[in-house]
């Protein structure tokens, strides 16, 4: 069992930076596939980005590419989230999930989510 806590959402202007954090509970958080997901209010929860459990592999959206870079510290538990140059359309709850085994973008594969931080960027 892995239970997962975000933190690190806020208010932020276009152009502006945040980082998420997502602390994971457990001894065997190596092991995880850790992914970033998001969900805009009327839209369906949507891949954002993904680190495998070594860390040494990372997966992006398409639309984040460029801005936004995942990484994590086994030795803290804890992935991370640091989102530059925001647009108005990164406005969500952003999730964090992980899963015993390689990457997916399916949010239907990942058996552990936190309960999500709302992103508000504005124009």
């Known amino acids: 069992q892995v239970q997962l806590v975000e933190s690190g959402g806020g208010l932020v202007q276009a152009g502006g930076s945040l980082r998420l954090s997502c602390a994971a509970s457990?001894?065997?958080?190596?092991?995880?596939?850790m992914s970033w997901f998001r969900q805009a209010p009327g839209k369906e929860r949507e891949f954002v980005a993904a680190i495998s459990g070594s860390g040494g592999s990372t997966y992006y959206a398409d639309s984040v590419k460029g801005r936004f870079t995942i990484s994590r510290d086994n030795a803290k538990n804890t992935v991370y989230l640091q989102m530059n140059s925001l647009k108005p359309e990164d406005t969500a709850v952003y999730y964090c999930?992980?899963?015993?085994?390689?990457?997916?973008?399916?949010?239907?594969?990942?058996?552990?989510w936190g309960q999500g931080t709302q992103v508000t960027v504005s124009s």
């Open positions: 999930a992980a899963r015993p085994g390689g990457y997916v973008s399916n949010y239907v594969s990942y058996n552990y």
């Open positions: 457990g001894r065997t958080f190596s092991i995880y596939t």
